[in-house]
């Protein structure tokens, strides 16, 4: 029973991380340092997968963008998912190929909301360890 709500607790965590990517990545504009989104595909690629065992327990991908976008982040996190076969992971993606390139020349596409989850996934972590001692 112990372990079912450690699961739990453990997807409920990642997804609200996930989430919380999304949101950051998805909504930072030029203004704010982020990317003008001509195409819309790069910010319709930003997406996030919480995999347990190599299967996808919640994932977002965008319903607003371009298609082009959406199916590159579902290939990409499709991709990624058969690196984790045992334990948890949280994949956080921008699809498009050229995001790094977008990136390389000083704009946020999901640098930035990486590393604010990266911190609240610390936090998590932490209070799980405190709660399951």
């Not at 946020?108 to 001692?133: P, T």
């Amino acid at each position: 029973m112990e372990k079912m709500k450690f699961h739990r607790v453990v997807v409920k965590e990642l997804t609200k991380a996930g989430k919380e990517f999304v949101k950051l990545a998805r909504g930072k504009t030029a203004s704010d340092g982020g990317f003008n989104d001509v195409t819309r595909n790069l910010r319709s690629s930003i997406a996030y997968a919480v995999v347990y065992r190599g299967k996808i327990m919640d994932s977002n991908y965008t319903n607003n963008g371009t298609a082009t976008g959406k199916a590159q982040a579902r290939q990409l996190i499709n991709e990624m998912k058969r690196q984790y076969s045992q334990g948890y992971a949280l994949l956080c993606v921008a699809g498009m190929d050229y995001a790094t390139k977008v990136e390389s020349k000083g704009k946020d596409v999901i640098s930035g909301s990486s590393l604010i989850v990266e911190e609240m996934l610390r936090k998590a972590i932490d209070k799980l360890k405190n709660d399951y001692k």
